[in-house]
C-alpha cells in the first residue's frame, strides 16, 4: 500500500501531536487521526498555557537544540498557522548568581553563540540594575545583583493556547480527524501495534501508531526509564486595562535561578509568572523514572507561590501580593541528556513511532518538529539525518547517567507526595 494511504493514529494532541498531524497531511497523507482525551485545545498539554518562551539561542553544545530552534524561528515569523501567535518581543536573560556561578557561565556562552551566529542584531550585556531598567523600564524593582544581557530579536513569546488551536483547524482543513477520547492500551499483533483501545471500549486500527502522548505516555508503555514525568508550576495575576497597558511589546524577563515572566495578554490582562527549580516527580510506585505518572492540579504548592512572591518583589513589586487567578503545574517529561526520543519503537516493525521527551524545550520547535516526526514515519530513520537519529534514538542504556541540569530552588528534584500545603487561586 502507499504509504500515504495508511491508517495513522497519533495518540495525544498536544504541542508534537498536533504537529505531527499537521505536517503529515501537509506531505499528503490522507488518513490522519489524532486520539486525546480532550477536544483541541487539550487541557492536559503542556501548550494549553498563555505563553510560552521561543528562544533561539542556547549554550554552543547544545548544538542540536541550536539549530532546531533557529529553523522553528523562521516557522514562527513566517508559516501562517504559527506566526499569528509569535511575539518577537525579545528576551532578556539574567541571573543574580555572581560572575563565578555555573548560571553566569551559561548565560555568557548563550551570548556569545548568539553573537557568533551573525545575527540581524546586537546583544546587549548588562552589568547592574540601571542597565536592565533602561532596557525594561516596567522592571521597578531592586533587581538585586541581576547581571544578564538582552537578545532584541529573533525570539519572545508565542501564544501557546491559541498555537494549538491554529495547528487543530488547520488539520481539520486538510483532512485530519480527531477523537475525543482516552487510550487505556495499545493493541498488539505478532509484531507490530495494530491500534489502540480507549477507556470508552472502543478500538482504532492503524497501521502506524505515533506516541506523542508528553509526560503521559509511561502510561502505554514501558521506556526502561528513559522518560522521568516532572511538573513545574505557573501563577497568573491579573492586571487592570492601565496596568497592562504599561506591558505592551515587554521582553520575556528570564532569570535563570529565579524564573521568568511574560508581558500580559491581551485579552485577559493575565500576567504568567514561573519559578525556576528542578522540577517534581509523582512517583505512584517506586523511584524508577517510569513510574512517575502526571497527576494534574489547578494548585501549586506553598513554596512555589513563595518563589514567585519573591521573584515579584525583586522584579515588579507593586504585584507582589496581587492574588492569583490561575494557579497550576504543568508536566514535561525529561529524557536522561534531555535529547528528544523521536523514533520507531525497536520491537514492532515500524508500526510504533515515538514522539516524546520533550525534555522542558519542546514548545518553541512546534512548527517544524512534526516535519521530522513524518519524515520518520514516510521513510523510516534512515530520512533522519545522522546527529537526529543518535540524538534521537531509543536509548535505555543512557537512562543511568541523567543530566539534572536546571537551575534554582534547592537544587534536587522533589516529589508531589511530600508536599502538604498547596495553594489555589482565588474564585
Ligand atoms: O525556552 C525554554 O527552554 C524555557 S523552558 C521553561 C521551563 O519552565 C523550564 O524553565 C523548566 O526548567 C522546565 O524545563 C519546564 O520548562
Known amino acids: 500500500m502507499n504509504v500515504k494511504q495508511e491508517e495513522i493514529v497519533i495518540v495525544g494532541a498536544g ?14 497523507f490522507k488518513n490522519v487521526t489524532l486520539v486525546d482525551p480532550y477536544e483541541v485545545p487539550s487541557e492536559i498539554s503542556a501548550g494549553y498555557d498563555i505563553n510560552k518562551i521561543v528562544q533561539s539561542s542556547y549554550q554552543e553544545d547544545h548544538c542540536l537544540t541550536n539549530s532546531l530552534a533557529i529553523e522553528a524561528l523562521e516557522g514562527w515569523q513566517t508559516d501562517p498557522v504559527f506566526f499569528p501567535h509569535f511575539h518577537e518581543t525579545g528576551i532578556l536573560y539574567s541571573t543574580s548568581q555572581g560572575t563565578d556561578s555555573s548560571e553566569y557561565k551559561e548565560l555568557l556562552d548563550v551570548k556569545s553563540y548568539c553573537e557568533k551566529t551573525n545575527r540581524r542584531f546586537k546583544c546587549v550585556l548588562m552589568n547592574k540594575s540601571d542597565d536592565f531598567k533602561k532596557i525594561v523600564p516596567q522592571l521597578t524593582g531592586p533587581l538585586k545583583k541581576w547581571k544578564g544581557f538582552f537578545q532584541p530579536a529573533e525570539c519572545g513569546w508565542a501564544h501557546a493556547r491559541d498555537t494549538l488551536v491554529s495547528a487543530g483547524r488547520e488539520i481539520s482543513r486538510l483532512g485530519g480527524r480527531f477523537v475525543v477520547g482516552e487510550v487505556s492500551e495499545l493493541i498488539y499483533g505478532d509484531s507490530s ?11 482504532i486500527l492503524a497501521d502506524k501508531i505515533i506516541i506523542s502522548a508528553g509526560a503521559s505516555s509511561v502510561k502505554l508503555l514501558k ?4 522518560l522521568l514525568a516532572k511538573c513545574w508550576t505557573v501563577a497568573h495575576i491579573k492586571l487592570s486595562k492601565d496596568e497592562a497597558k504599561k506591558f505592551k511589546n515587554m521582553p520575556v524577563v528570564l532569570n535563570y535561578e529565579q524564573g521568568f515572566f511574560f508581558e500580559p495578554d491581551p485579552i485577559k490582562n493575565e500576567l504568567k509568572i514561573c519559578n525556576e527549580f528542578p522540577g517534581y516527580t509523582n512517583y505512584v510506585s517506586g523511584d524508577e523514572p517510569d513510574n512517575s505518572i502526571p497527576l494534574y492540579k489547578s494548585q501549586i504548592p506553598k513554596a512555589a507561590e513563595l518563589d514567585i512572591r519573591k521573584l515579584l518583589s525583586d522584579t515588579l513589586p507593586e504585584f507582589k501580593d496581587r492574588e492569583f487567578v490561575e494557579t497550576k503545574i504543568c508536566w514535561c517529561t525529561d529524557t536522561p541528556d534531555r535529547n528528544f526520543l523521536i523514533c520507531e519503537h525497536p520491537d514492532f516493525n515500524s508500526s510504533l513511532i515515538l514522539a516524546t521527551g520533550d525534555s522542558g524545550h519542546g514548545f518553541k520547535h512546534m512548527p517544524i518538529i512534526g516535519k521530522y516526526i513524518a519524515r520518520l514515519v514516510t521513510y523510516g530513520p534512515i530520512a533522519l539525518d545522522e546527529e537526529k ?9 543512557t537512562s543511568k547517567d541523567r543530566v539534572q541540569d536546571r537551575f534554582g530552588g534547592d537544587g534536587h528534584v522533589g516529589d508531589l507526595h511530600d508536599i502538604s500545603n498547596w495553594v489555589s487561586k482565588v474564585l
Do not use: A, M
Open 15 to 28: 504541542t508534537f501531536g498536533l504537529s505531527t498531524g499537521l505536517w503529515l497531511l501537509r506531505n499528503g
Open 193 to 203: 501495534v495494530t491500534g489502540c483501545l480507549l477507556s470508552n471500549g472502543e478500538s
Open 389 to 397: 537519529r543518535n540524538k534521537w534514538k531509543w536509548r535505555p542504556e
Open 223 to 226: 521506556f526502561q526509564n528513559q
